[in-house]
């Protein structure tokens, strides 16, 4: 999802809104009613794990291990307390939910966001190992026209909701970027839906291993024209549970 700095905020048509939109036009859906059970696997005894508290719910979320970078820096901002009080800036049903933007904490209600973060960026750590099934937590990034290095935001990221797949988005996949879903990826993508045409485009470093339903609940709130959620929804704080 894609990030905007203030000189290109206003093109907050792009993905995650630093924003972290795809660079593929994406068409607004229902989101895929899942059994979260299927997605119940334990966490890696490498990982590192996190609980955030959001104004609607908390999600428990495994920080992958060979994402050093981007769970490194997670983990830093999270003990620094930089997350607090940020908005759910850009919500789009079916698909994802972006966070992460400091310009959010005290933004007034019709502000349009994407623009903040770190002032640095993160070298991606994309891996075929991990994919935008429904859960994966992702970094925004700037569009490819200006960022061909798909280096990630500093602080914006987002959570996929996702919704139905066509399995044929996997074949194509694996014949562009040279890579192989396994069956149980496959399965995931089927069972629990997700936003496969972000794969190998953005960095995947972690996942929500509980609390799948909150995922749901904020990509189900409505949104104005720029899929900003009519009423703010907040991550209150970010609990290290293991690092």
């Known amino acids: ?20 939109r795809p660079s593929q036009k994406i068409t607004k859906s229902e989101p895929i009613k899942i059994d979260s059970s299927i997605f119940q696997q334990k966490p890696d005894d490498f990982s590192s794990l996190v609980e955030m508290q959001t104004s609607l719910g908390t999600m428990k979320i495994e920080l992958f291990f060979h994402t050093p970078n981007h769970r490194e820096n997670f983990l830093k901002l999270a003990k620094q307390e930089f997350y607090n009080g940020l908005l759910f800036h850009r919500v789009i049903k ?90 149980e990826q496959r399965q995931l993508y089927q069972k629990m839906g997700g936003a496969p045409q972000l794969d190998m485009q953005y960095t995947v470093f972690g996942r929500v291993y509980e609390g799948l339903e909150i995922i749901d609940l904020i990509s189900n709130q409505a ?10 929804i907040k991550i209150l704080n970010i609990k290290i549970v293991k690092e």
Request: charged share 20%; aromatic share 10%.
């Open 1 to 20: 999802m894609k990030y905007f700095p203030p000189i290109i905020g206003l093109f907050l048509a792009i993905i995650l809104t630093q924003s972290c």
């Open 94 to 183: 079916g698909f994802m939910a972006q966070a992460g933007d400091p310009l959010s904490r005290s933004a007034a209600p019709n502000a349009r966001l994407g623009g903040g973060g770190t002032g640095y960026e993160i070298e991606q750590e994309i891996n075929s190992n991990y994919f935008h099934i429904k859960g994966a937590l992702c970094a925004a990034r700037l569009s490819d026209d200006v960022n061909p290095e798909k280096k990630s935001s500093g602080s914006q990221f987002y959570i996929v909701s996702g919704t139905e797949i066509n399995p044929s988005i996997l074949d194509q996949n694996e014949r562009k970027y040279n890579i192989v879903y396994s069956n």
């Open 223 to 232: 949104t104005n024209n720029a899929d900003r959620p009519s009423t703010d």
